[in-house]
């Protein structure tokens, strides 16, 4: 049974940093699959943060640019991301992603 589970969310002021963790479990291979995180705001659609492919090349949506860096660890079978210079846009459940696969989210909320 796949199981992703993701960690480190919760509250932070604004400028602050996270780093959110997600630990896979029963995928094989896993070193052969991107791995990304997404993340939902209310009111608003799930929206890609981040992703690292096999290969190690990383993307990142434009908002985070400069200031998330997502990591992967294929021996360990998780996939972290870093995130510096929160701002309350910040705000959202964060989603761990390994193909078709989610976790269950982790809460961030950015507030003074």
């Known amino acids: 049974q796949v199981q992703l589970v993701e960690s480190g969310g919760g509250s932070v002021q604004p400028g602050g940093s996270l780093r959110l963790s997600c630990s896979a479990s029963?995928?094989?291979?896993?070193?052969?699959?991107?791995m990304g995180w997404y993340r939902q705001a209310p009111g608003k659609e799930r929206e890609l943060v981040a992703y690292?492919?096999?290969?190690?090349?990383?993307t990142y949506t434009d908002s985070v640019k400069g200031r998330a860096t997502i990591s992967r660890d294929n021996a360990k079978n998780t996939v972290s991301l870093q995130m510096n210079s929160l701002t309350p846009e910040d705000t959202a459940v964060y989603y761990c992603?390994?193909?078709?696969?989610w976790g269950q989210g982790t809460q961030v909320t950015v507030a003074s």
């Open positions: 690292i492919t096999s290969s190690d090349r990383r």
């Open positions: 992603n390994v193909n078709t696969w």
């Open positions: 029963g995928i094989s291979s896993i070193w052969s699959f991107a």
